[in-house]
């Protein structure tokens, strides 16, 4: 079907830019679970809980999703502090089908707490729901501004995570947890930064799928379906991994849906994905 | 002097004992056969069934339950059920209980409400899903079901003999929306997208057939994925055939998801049509200006007014759910209310409570209640004489554009471009 240059310009970048939206959503599962050892299951819920905070500033205050994600990534890394102080310490001590079962537990809570007091309805934000037209394609305006919003933030943290001291901390944790416990670093601190980190941007990404997407309470194993598939093709714990990995996917899905059918793309992403962890972890 | 002959003849005295006896008789007969008051049965008919107070379908679930209770106050309001062979008026008693959305639980429910609870009659729980698990058991006892809340075809093909039932099938759901167009346009051509679920499948089978048949052509029948969080390669593949009309969905959030797409995308169709979403004001809210000229059908909206035969008429239903729950009624609750309705018009015609007679009953009923009419096609027990309209969102309110002769609001076509 792809017939026309036009077409697949449109179809590359309709997978460009949901990708990155994929991309970015991973960036805190990858973090925590790479840098904790914790395989975060509410990470879905948490988004979703982001999405409904943005929801309630639009129609609460009128706040665009523009002004909202810097803030949802504020809310996020405060959470993510006291969640470390409170929870993450101990889970990170304990057999790890505990913090399983606990992230499962704060996923069914967040769900239903959100049903409870929003209700069950789908909600989505109305704002600048129009297209722009670049060269022969057409694109959506809130899902070019969602992209530029990725795109800073992703440059942000990739920043401090490989020009900053700190950063460097973070990542000799990931490498080798003995190693930079040896050489003096605070994995304690380490850890409560990255979960504020990885919460904040977890929070970040949920605003900006209230921007281009509607959802509902139980829209959050979507997303972490997503999340998962992405983390495991980029690499556990690596954020460039898992952003290039969100692209490849998106780009991906969009081909399949134009040349055969969308049907099947959820599983051409997954068969990739099969495949991408038979050749590169299979020959450890 | 002779006594016997100044007094009656043996013959007069055989006579008058005769007409004596005659007449007590014919008297005593009279008395006997004189209909004796109706008394008020010592137990109550038992309508049970499960329904979703939890789970994915708590929603509907309740507003159908809610319905269903009202009925139940109608009823026993005007005295119960009468069932001529006894004589007797019937208080109706609901035995529910909650399924959690789970066709395990309707499993086990729906064996306990037969076996144990041994209900008089059977209700469907909500959902095709849930209907058809409960179809089977409803099937294997001979008990009578009531199917409301579900429309799938599948559940009236597989041979089932003590089914009714009282939505409008799945597979007529579009076909309002292809005669639309029809209407409006020779030789048109329709995309038809559905999200892959039991429901909206036969929802798009349905819709094509009846396209087909009329000479429309099917530029594109595709299904798109449960979780899809990005409708733009279907919507990128319809945008390079150039269709008059979109029709199909499945559900909520993929729904406010197309029509975002599509408007994004630059598609602009002269029709599009979705099949739940649109008639939720949440629609409206998530999408504003977006969602002008999208269509979508119902199976009930308040406005309507029938001529009916039985039961409430529209206004007396809206005020009385209102007193009682403290809000409005969706179509759900309307059928919940009217499958009760149609389970007392069949006892009332059987004149029995026996499951056999009462879906006997069923095959030349015909009713028009406040929901609208109500006839199955006895072979199968699926609905054929209930009738969808068509709504069309016009500058954020919810009109009933289709058929011509209940539309509150003229239709606007074609749908304005973004």
Known sequence: ?284 | MKIGKTGLSKAALVAVVAVVLVVGAVAAVLVLSQPSQPTVAERPLTVGFSISISGDFSVPGKKQLEGIELWKDYVNGRGGIFVKDENKYYKVELKYYDDKSSKDEVIRLYEKLINEDKVDVLLSPYSSTLALTAAGISEKYGRLMIVVGANSDTIFKQGYRYIVGTYTPASKMLTQAIDVILKHKQSPSVAIIYKDDAFAKSVAEGAKAYAEQKGVRVLAFEMYPRDAKDLSPILTKIKGVQVDAILGGGHYEDEVLLVRQAKELGINPEVMALLVSPSLPAFYDALKEASQGILAPSHWEPQLKYQITIGPTADEFLSSFRAKWGSDPSYHSAAGFAAGLYLQAAIEKAGTLKNDALRKAFNDLDIVTFYGRLKIDPATGNQVGHELVLLQWQSGRKEVVWPENVATSRIIYPKPSW
């Open chain 1, 1 to 284: 079907m792809v017939t026309s240059p036009d077409i697949f310009l449109q179809t590359l970048l309709n997978g460009f830019l949901i990708g990155a939206v994929y991309g970015v959503a991973a960036i805190g599962l990858s973090l925590v679970w790479g840098v904790l050892g914790l395989v975060n299951l509410s990470h879905g819920a948490l988004l979703i809980a982001a999405a409904y905070i943005t929801f309630l500033l639009y129609v609460g205050l009128g706040a665009p999703p523009l002004v909202s994600a810097p803030l949802a990534f504020l809310i996020g890394a405060a959470a993510g502090l006291l969640f470390y102080k409170g929870f993450g310490k101990r889970l990170t001590s304990t057999d790890p089908s505990y913090s399983l079962l606990f992230f499962f537990g704060l996923a069914l809570f967040l769900t239903n707490t959100i049903l409870n007091l929003l209700g069950p309805d789908v909600r989505g934000i109305p704002w600048l729901i129009e297209s722009a037209a670049l060269g022969p394609v057409s694109v959506s305006v809130a899902r070019l501004i969602s992209f530029g919003l990725v795109g800073v933030s992703f440059i942000t943290l990739y920043l401090f995570i490989n020009k900053t001291f700190y950063g460097k901390a973070i990542r000799a944790v990931v490498a080798n947890r003995l190693g930079a416990v040896t050489a003096g670093i605070d994995v304690q601190w380490v850890f409560a930064v990255c979960t504020s980190i990885g919460f904040g941007i977890t929070f970040f990404s949920g605003s900006l799928v209230a921007l281009v997407n509607p959802f509902t309470p139980s829209s959050g194993d979507g997303y972490l379906m997503y999340a998962f598939a992405t983390v495991v093709l980029g690499g556990v714990g690596s954020i460039v991994g898992a952003f290039l990995a969100g692209i490849l996917l998106g780009i991906v899905e969009s081909f399949v849906g134009v040349l055969f059918t969308q049907g099947v793309s959820p599983a051409v992403a997954f068969i990739t994905l099969v495949l991408v962890i038979l050749f590169r972890y299979g020959r450890r």
